[in-house]
């Protein structure tokens, strides 16, 4: 069975620029999230999804962050602008459902370095 | 928002060796986790509890959910060399988890 896959695997871009990066979670789950891991630190939730519907994005900086997962499979994290700060680990994971009884996967991330 | 504490923050150990680690909250969860990341790569799930006292073992790791649902700990006996990575703990409640600073591992063969 084939597992999360994420796009790009790394990305530098300088302050200020935009960046996207696309996430195609395993076949047939419906829950999708994208987290981001800060060097040094563990996983923290951006936003879930359920289909196409949003969930959680209580912790998505919504004035420079933005993610869509139109048709309910792949889902697209946008940042414009970028800022120095968010040089991290960008994860995505997909589940079965969504509740916490439902294992998360995780693809391998994206590593943004903004210069 | 919630806080994780996790220690210890690293181990060097010998392979062969227990390790122990743990992971401390101010809040209740109603799920707590066991992740294991390898450099490059996200998360994979380890051990996961569901109830408070819950005591639970995947071959040589045991972990246990704390009784008053604020803490637990994670064990892994006789280790080796393919146990070397970076282990995290994760509280779970409303859907969402969250995630301590993790407890860097090396095994010297």
């Known amino acids: 069975e084939a597992g999360v896959a994420q796009s790009p695997r790394y990305k530098i871009i300088e302050k200020r620029q935009s960046v996207a990066f696309w996430c195609n979670p395993i076949?047939?789950?419906?829950?999708l999230y994208w987290y981001q891991q800060i060097l040094g630190q563990g996983p923290k939730l951006l936003i879930q999804?359920?289909?196409?519907?949003?969930?959680?994005d209580s912790q998505l900086p919504k004035d420079r962050f933005s993610a869509e997962r139109l048709k309910g499979v792949d889902s697209t994290l946008k940042i414009q602008p970028a800022k120095l700060e968010d040089s991290a680990v960008y994860l995505c994971?997909?589940?079965?459902?969504?509740?916490?009884?439902?294992?998360?996967?995780f693809g391998p991330g994206t590593r943004l370095t903004v210069l | 928002g919630q806080q994780l504490n996790q220690s210890p923050q690293s181990m060097f150990i010998q392979e062969g060796e227990d390790v122990s680690m743990n992971c401390t909250s101010s809040?209740?969860?109603?799920?707590w986790l066991w992740y294991k990341q390898d450099p490059g790569e996200g998360p994979v799930l380890l051990i996961a509890?569901?109830?408070?006292?819950e005591l639970t073992s995947n071959g040589r790791l045991t972990a246990q959910f704390g009784i008053t649902r604020k803490d637990s700990f994670l064990n892994i006996s006789a280790s080796i060399p393919s146990d070397v990575g970076i282990y995290f703990c994760?509280?779970?409640?409303?859907?969402?988890?969250?995630f301590g600073k993790g407890t860097l591992l090396t095994v010297n063969p």
């Open positions: 076949s047939g789950h419906a829950t």
């Open positions: 509890l569901y109830k408070a006292g």
């Open positions: 809040s209740i969860f109603n799920t």
């Open positions: 994760a509280g779970g409640s409303n859907y969402k988890l969250t």
């Open positions: 999804f359920q289909n196409n519907g949003v969930v959680d």
């Open positions: 994971a997909s589940s079965l459902g969504v509740g916490l009884d439902y294992e998360q996967f």
